[in-house]
């Protein structure tokens, strides 16, 4: 059952010309190269200002997820979906899909450090982000849409997990 609804939804999400470009900038905010950059940013503002801890844990938080994701592609060794050309360049496996988790992971990680009062707006903007980037990941053929659901709920997970007993506090 699952494998027909994921190939009926990757069969109806090709892109028209038009859209391409958008979904390839959209793609290109969950690369790892672009995760990187940015994450590295994020660690040297709070290096900047001082927050040791919260820049030490953040970086364990986006490495983490990262490793851990690749254990997964590694460990499931699910081929990419072959019903259409691929529209980006992949090399590794398809199960979980690394540019929804680990966008989930960044993202939701940097709007958890945001301060409190522009926390909810923060986390709005990451998940409507966090959606945009992994549905680019179906629109390019390159994933099964159950890689990118999975994809999202361990990047979820995850986040969840590093902020485990504590409420109202951002992660690090």
Known sequence: MLASIDRAILLSAAPSEGLLPLVEAVTWLGDSLTRTIIAAFVAVGLLAVRAWRRAA??????????????????????PRPALLPHLDAVTSFSFPSGHAANGAILYLSI?????????????????????????????LAVHWPSDVLAGWLFGLGWIMLWNQGRPGRAAG
């Not at 690749?70 to 060794?77: F, G, L, T």
């Open 57 to 78: 844990v953040f970086v364990a938080i986006v490495a983490g997820g990262a490793g851990a994701n690749s254990a997964m592609k590694a460990i499931v060794h699910r």
């Open 111 to 139: 709007a958890l450090l945001m301060p409190a009062r522009h926390r909810a707006a923060a986390l709005a903007l990451a998940m409507l982000l966090v959606v945009a980037i992994g549905t680019s990941r179906v629109v």
